[in-house]
């Protein structure tokens, strides 16, 4: 019912997101590069080129965790595997972006990195237990009543005289 369109929802946004990530990145590594600034004695060709990497590496992982999210959503089976911990990853990720966007920018930037931890674990949580459906226990028949195989329902086999 609600697990499709949240793992649509997830992927829209971690896409949006890797995007938002590479763009605020590089518009830093040019500004850094643009000014010329220093760091602790740092060479700015390297401030610029380590925020511009580190923006396409971080947008990277955020597009591999939405492919995850969309995967989920076309197929409607639960993440498994590297998959299920990439978005656990994912949701770590925000908790702590948002712990750090609360002290460093404000309440409006740790909603939304909130949002976005809310939705991961909501994806997980509505996958969370379904799996193959159960196979009736040995010694039920089809209508459920037990027999047939020796289970504690039969009576015990009648002892044989030689």
């Not at 793992?7 to 850094?32: D, P, S």
């Not at 965790?65 to 656990?88: D, F, Q, T, Y």
């Not at 976005?116 to 039920?140: F, K, R």
């Amino acid at each position: 019912m609600v697990r499709r369109p949240v793992a649509w929802i997830v992927a829209v946004v971690l896409f949006v997101e890797a995007l938002g990530v590479v763009a605020l990145n590089w518009i830093l590594g040019t500004v850094v590069d643009n000014q010329q600034m220093s760091l602790a004695g740092l060479d700015p060709d390297v401030m610029s080129t380590s925020s511009k990497g580190a923006g396409v590496v971080f947008g990277l992982y955020f597009v591999l965790c939405g492919v995850v999210a969309l995967l989920v959503a076309l197929r409607n089976r639960p993440p498994a595997g590297l998959g299920r911990v990439l978005l656990i990853s994912a949701a770590v990720v925000h908790g702590l972006l948002g712990a750090f966007a609360w002290g460093l920018m404000g309440w409006p930037e740790f909603l939304f990195m909130i949002l976005v931890l809310a939705l991961i674990v909501l994806l997980l949580m509505t996958y969370d237990g379904q799996g193959e459906p159960e196979s009736e226990p040995a010694g039920t028949t089809p209508d459920g009543t037990k027999g047939g195989d020796g289970s504690p329902l039969t009576p015990p086999p009648a002892p044989s005289t030689p």
